[in-house]
Nanobody
């Protein structure tokens, strides 16, 4: 069964760091762009970051530029989101998806990130 699984979320104080992982099972991520999205309570889902299949191209939302870094390890079938200098406004459920748009085919179940002030 093809699925994406996120991990690495948790509770952290403002200024702290977390690394999220997005691992695929049942299919390979090698030829796919992978995106990270987040949804805070009462807000719409927003695109956070995306990485091309080769890893050569990346995208970051303005709100996370300079703080978040996306990377991938195709040998591990995993994409990472390193989040530094976290702010309370980064609190959300973070999802990865096979693509960089809201119409992506596969989505993970999400992982909660909570940043306390």
């Amino acid at each position: 069964q093809a699925q994406l699984v996120e991990s690495g979320g948790g509770l952290v104080q403002a200024g702290g760091s977390l690394r999220l992982s997005c691992t695929a099972s049942g299919f390979t991520l090698d030829y796919l762009a992978i995106g990270w999205f987040r949804q805070a309570p009462g807000k719409e889902r927003e695109a956070v970051s995306c990485i091309s299949s080769s890893g050569a191209s990346t995208y970051y939302a303005d709100s996370v530029k300079g703080r978040f870094t996306i990377s991938r390890d195709n040998a591990k079938n995993t994409v990472y989101l390193q989040m530094n200098s976290l702010k309370p406004e980064d609190t959300a459920v973070y999802y990865c998806a096979t693509g960089c748009t809201y119409n992506s085919d596969y989505w993970g179940q999400g992982t909660q990130v909570t940043v306390s002030s």
